[in-house]
């Protein structure tokens, strides 16, 4: 709880994404094949971003991130994400973290409905716009071993 409390507490929308954002998409299998954007990200972005404190990502994950101290030890070690799963994969689970497990504390940052725990701010709002979770993916489909 507390640490959902502090991930819900640190979330902000980075890019003033909004709820008129969302795109729709087809998961298949376990993934969403299609970019949300129809192009690719941009990893250097999508670096950024994952480093960012707002995006909350780095509280939770760790990876090959030697200038960034105090990373988290509650999720996978990013380390070789690209390797273990596929970008539709990981676009899956930025979308939609609790598809995969409904008791997680990761947030779904392209969401709206059916969320438990948000602060009013973020009612009706996705954490992420669909370029966002492109260039996230796009970065963590580099990190290979």
Known sequence: MIVAALVAANLTLAGGA?????????????????????????????????????????LCHSGP???????GDLAPDLTGAGNRWTASQLRLRLVDASRFNPQTIMPSYY???????????FAGKPILSAAEIEDIVAFLATLRD
Not at 65 to 71: A, I, M, N, S, V
Not at 111 to 121: A, C, I, N, P
Request: aromatic share 6%; hydrophobic share 35%; charged share 25%.
């Open 111 to 121: 969401r709206k409905d059916d969320l438990v725990r948000v602060g009013r701010s």
């Open 18 to 58: 909004t709820a008129e954002d969302l795109v729709p998409y087809k998961i298949v299998g376990d993934g969403i094949p299609a970019s949300l954007t129809g192009s690719p990200g941009d990893a250097a972005r999508g670096r950024a971003l994952m480093l960012a404190r707002t995006t909350t990502c780095i």
């Open 65 to 71: 991130f030697p200038e960034t101290r105090f990373q």
